[in-house]
């Protein structure tokens, strides 16, 4: 077997572009692995990692791309070079020739003159020239992009707004605007409900929970999470809020981000207060309940996490729907605790810890809010408690949750929704700890994501089971899918992918981390503590 | 040109988001490509801009130009 670096000095593909090379020239006969990535840390580290780093790899700064190829006869290698040279060639010459393309801003404002519309997701150094020229033009903007200056964040929001536009993001992953997935997002159906987000994978779990229980979405409006820090105001929290209170579509009104700054947090509430008359669900993932002013506590109603914010919404539309809509995605606290003790069964005494594997940042971010009240801070690579950071964020220790989309794992890759290879190589590096208990892993289904979430982990799941396995040991590895029956993966296909590997199925991230911790921790909660986080987080 | 009474202004601003969410959505995509190929296979009118970032030298050159300048 040998492994060969080609570095290119100064060449520059997108990591999506490089992903979907990465999996053609594995296809290249007498290839056994191969990836095609930019030369930044994060990337020269998982290389490492797969045994595909040489000096020339190592030498490569971020501006220059490596071509990692592991072949079965040297002989081969030079034709799998070529090979993949040629592929980088095409990734511009074959879209050229499909159909139009355009080079620049101005040409494509040029060729759809009437565009309402601009996603963008060129690099944050660069995103408020693009943008701007956008605005200028009358072009609302949903803008991916993250490391946008906030400065320049301030600069776009403050124009779009006296224009009366919109700017959704900088970091705005998810957006469904007429029923259309911008970005990262779900197909959902229509319906009563507008959402304003500046927590992305949390637009995406309300909204595909809302569709679980029969309920739609009329807007879902990702903000990016900076716009509710004081440097930004708010902004376009606002906005939003303003012209979904318009909107004839919208019945009520979610708002779903972390807790806000105070000064922030007085500005949308009173705004609500004093401008809207349309019922509300506020959800600030936060450690302690926000409390709405007095004046209009039955119309606004409030909630810690996402699961329960859904069924409020189902109670504010239609109090009698209650029940049934809870039934859909809960089960009761005794058959919770009955299925969390079936699954720890076999666990060794020792196994006493739970690792949570994320690509979903809020929902990482609700899980730690849930740990915090049931078992305690846990460790993470972005924890609620600052003692409790990872010191190596590559290397799990105690009860451990990570988030895979930080800038430690994905700095000149593609995320982790897209692709998943150093989640696998983290769950199986996560097995051979004997002190882990039970993995827990989230699946962003929708458009933008990876066409097959679940498909691309089942091979590290089986392995991972099978090390601990060898081991004499049981790992309890469970699921939750978030995403429709009529997302491009489909649902349903997802969830049996996993379920043949032996992983247990949530149907809401929220469940699955209260139980994850019932398993580790046998059951030995504080009942009080439990009580209230399922009154909290699942409205049990 | 006079200025706007306020409520004026601020009905033509809502305007221009209720007049998004009313319409077809048309949009241009500007940097990753998956994001252009998912909004084709909902059906909806879209362009794609393939964006790089300019080259190094060619922003040096404009900046020694902007000081000309």
Known sequence: ?540 | MPELPTDVKKAMKESKTLKLFRSELKVINVGLETFYEALKAQDVAAIHVSWQPPPKLEKELRDVLDKLI
């Open chain 1, 1 to 540: 077997m040998f492994t060969r670096n080609v570095v290119k000095r100064n060449f520059f593909r997108d990591s999506l572009q490089l992903m979907r090379i990465s999996e053609e020239a594995r296809k290249i006969p007498g290839v056994l692995d191969a990836a095609v990535v930019m030369g930044t840390w994060t990337n020269k580290e998982v290389l490492r990692r797969l045994g595909m780093l040489t000096g020339e790899g190592e030498a490569a700064s971020e501006n220059d791309m490596i071509l990692a190829l592991k072949v079965e006869d040297e002989s081969r290698l030079g034709d799998a070079i070529s090979a993949v040279e040629e592929m980088l060639l095409k990734t511009v010459e074959v879209s050229g020739e499909q159909e139009q393309r355009y080079f620049s801003v101005e040409s494509a404002l040029e060729a759809m003159p009437d565009a309402n519309l601009a996603v963008v997701s060129v690099p944050g150094e660069y995103a408020r020239e693009v943008a701007m020229r956008f605005l200028e033009r009358g072009v609302h903007v949903h803008l991916f992009s993250d490391h946008v200056p906030i400065e320049h964040e301030v600069e776009l929001k403050r124009y779009a707004a006296e224009c009366g536009l919109l700017v959704l993001g900088p970091g705005a992953g998810t957006s469904i605007i007429n029923g259309r997935a911008i970005a990262f997002a779900n197909v959902v159906r229509r319906g009563e409900v507008g959402i304003v987000a500046a927590a992305g994978t949390g637009l995406q779990e309300v909204s595909v929970l809302l569709d679980r229980i029969g309920l739609g979405v009329s807007q879902g409006l990702g903000i990016g999470g900076n716009d509710v820090k004081s440097a930004v105001g708010g902004i376009m929290a606002v906005e939003c809020i303003k012209a979904l209170e318009a909107d004839a579509e919208t019945r009520l009104i979610m708002l779903v981000s972390k807790p806000p700054d105070r000064d922030v947090m007085e500005r949308i509430t009173r705004f609500i207060a004093e401008e809207t008359r349309k019922p509300f669900v506020v959800c600030f993932l936060g450690e302690t309940e926000y409390k709405p002013l007095k004046r209009i506590a039955r119309r606004v109603s409030s909630a810690r996490g996402l699961h329960a914010a859904v069924l409020d919404a189902a109670r504010k539309l239609n109090p009698k729907s209650f029940n049934a809509a809870r039934r859909k995605i809960t089960i009761s606290q005794t058959e919770l605790s009955k299925l969390a003790a079936r699954l720890a069964k076999n666990l060794k005494p020792g196994q006493r810890h739970v690792r949570a594997l994320y690509t979903g940042g809020t929902l990482m971010y609700e899980a730690l809010l849930i740990y915090r009240e049931l078992i305690g801070d846990v460790y993470s690579n972005a924890p609620l408690n600052e003692e409790m950071r990872l010191p190596d964020p590559y290397k799990s220790v105690g009860d451990a949750v990570i988030d895979l989309g930080e800038e430690e794992f994905t700095a000149g890759r593609a995320h982790p929704m897209i692709d998943p290879t150093i989640r696998r190589l983290r769950l199986v590096d996560e097995a051979r700890d004997p002190s882990v208990a039970v993995v827990l892993m989230d699946f962003m289904l929708g458009y933008g994501a990876h066409r097959d979430p679940a498909g691309a982990m089942l091979e590290a799941i089986r392995e991972a089971r099978g090390i601990a396995s060898a081991e004499g040991r049981e790992l309890v590895v469970m699921g939750h899918v978030c995403g429709t029956e009529a997302d491009p993966q489909g649902l349903r296909e997802q969830e049996e992918k996993l379920r043949s590997v032996g992983v247990e199925i949530f149907p809401t991230n929220a469940l699955m981390v209260i139980a994850s911790a019932l398993v580790a921790r046998r059951g030995k909660i504080n009942k009080t503590k439990l009580r209230k986080v399922c009154r909290s987080f699942l409205r049990m």
